[in-house]
């Protein structure tokens, strides 16, 4: 994903979907770049459906749980070296144990309540695609942006820019 921007545009239905994907792929933008993100159960199995790293905030959550807990971890560790308890011996390796533990136990516990919650960054989205319109995610590479904005409002003036996105996420 190195070297790529992440595109988003609305379109109102699955015809205007399907056409944006032909057109796409006849420039050459491969089909694992686009996902399709319609109201459960109305998109087809030929178009590539958003999956759950897209939807959900599981990403956000678990980043922002492995940063509390390691900061936890890594206080919970100096106040153990500071204030050892008299029946062990505790050196300064302590505290790199705590603040790892702290970031594995922090990500996974919010990376599990944030996998119930919709995708924040996405959220100004969610009323239209809730309403019958389709968010087409798409990545494409730095030099082709514009090319590729321009071949979409060109051959599918129907589909509104919804936006980029400048940081593109390890995952998904």
């Not at 239905?13 to 420039?27: E, F, I, K, M, Q």
């Not at 204030?83 to 790199?96: G, R, S």
């Not at 389709?134 to 589909?159: C, F, G, N, S």
């Amino acid at each position: 994903m190195l070297g790529k921007k992440r595109l988003y545009f609305l379109l109102p239905d699955v015809a205007s979907a399907r056409g944006t994907l032909n057109a796409l792929l006849l420039a050459r933008i491969g089909i694992g770049h686009m996902r399709f993100w319609g109201k459960d159960g109305s998109l087809p199995e030929d178009l590539p459906d958003a999956n759950f790293w897209h939807k959900t905030d599981l990403t956000h959550g678990a980043e922002m749980g492995m940063m509390a807990g390691g900061i936890l971890g890594l206080l919970g560790g100096i106040w153990l070296v500071a204030f050892p308890p008299e029946w062990i011996h505790v050196t300064t390796f302590a505290m790199l144990v705590t603040t790892a533990a702290g970031i594995i136990l922090g990500g996974w516990m919010s990376g599990m309540a944030a996998a119930a919650i919709p995708n924040s960054r996405l959220k100004h989205f969610h009323e239209r695609i809730a309403a019958g319109q389709i968010l087409l995610i798409l990545d494409v590479p730095y030099k082709r942006v514009d090319a590729i904005e321009e071949l979409i409002a060109k051959h599918h003036p129907e589909a509104k820019f919804g936006g980029i996105e400048a940081h593109i996420p390890v995952f998904p």
